[in-house]
T-cell receptor, first 115, second 113 residues
Framework: AQTVTQSQPEMSVQEAETVTLSCTYDTSESDYYLFWYKQPPSRQMILVIR??????QNATENRFSVNFQKAAKSFSLKISDSQLGDAAMYFC????????????FGKGTKLSVKP | NAGVTQTPKFRILKIGQSMTLQCTQDMNHNYMYWYRQDPGMGLKLIYYSVGAGITDKGEVPNGYNVSRSTTEDFPLRLELAAPSQTSVYFC????????????FGQGTRLTVV
């Protein structure tokens, strides 16, 4: 069974510093995709970054980047130059090619940003 | 840009009552989903649809029903509400079932008392 594990229930970072959120997953599929979603207090789920498993290059979106270690089944999110608006729940999610887009989520990491 | 719209945003139900959570999207997406989010947990899939007239069960379908008569709408029906259905419900849509970005509604917070 596919599972997604986020081992850090809460993290804290100082404004302008860098923080890394961890995610591991378990799958026997070869065709899959990984995502990080942000959920601020408004409850809205917002896509932060997306990674295709077949791509070796790590995805980057402005201050957000991932460290995708396929053999280790690890998919961590690095947030650089943290801002107060980055404070939110962050969910790691996985979907495989034959699953009709059904996302499997981790339990989330609550990120606090200190001014 | 409306995207995915859910109504209502909040609702309190008594045990045994029924209700329908509405979801509509204006992006012409074939794929639509219903998830529930319990405190301290990630989202879990209730039902999904790959197009009008086609629906299928997800991980936690018991106590729910869905229909998909049009591409735009994907309502979720709760019959005989139970306290275990207290949760936040999210509707989502995607243009593809293969790794495409899912767009989410703002969620419905449902409390069953």
């Amino acid at each position: 069974a596919q599972t997604v594990t986020q081992s850090q229930p809460e993290m804290s970072v100082q404004e302008a510093e860098t923080v890394t959120l961890s995610c591991t997953y378990d799958t026997s599929e070869s065709d899959y995709y990984l995502f990080w979603y942000k959920q601020p207090p408004s409850r809205q789920m917002i896509l932060v970054i997306r990674q295709e498993a077949y791509k070796q290059q790590n995805a980057t979106e402005n201050r957000f980047s991932v460290n995708f270690q396929k053999a280790a089944k690890s998919f961590s999110l690095k947030i650089s130059d943290s801002q107060l608006g980055d404070a939110a729940m962050y969910f790691c999610a996985y979907v495989y090619g034959g699953s009709q887009g059904n996302l499997i989520f981790g339990k989330g990491t609550k990120l606090s940003v200190k001014p | 840009n409306a995207g995915v719209t859910q109504t209502p945003k909040f609702r309190i139900l008594k045990i045994g009552q029924s209700m329908t959570l509405q979801c509509t999207q204006d992006m012409n997406h074939n794929y639509m989903y219903w998830y529930r989010q319990d405190p301290g947990m990630g989202l879990k899939l209730i039902y999904y649809s790959v197009g009008a007239g086609i629906t299928d069960k997800g991980e936690v379908p018991n106590g729910y029903n869905v229909s998909r008569s049009t591409t735009e709408d994907f309502p979720l029906r709760l019959e005989l509400a139970a306290p275990s259905q207290t949760s936040v419900y999210f509707c989502a849509s995607s243009y593809s079932g293969t790794g495409a970005e899912a767009f989410f509604g703002q969620g419905t917070r449902l409390t069953v008392v």
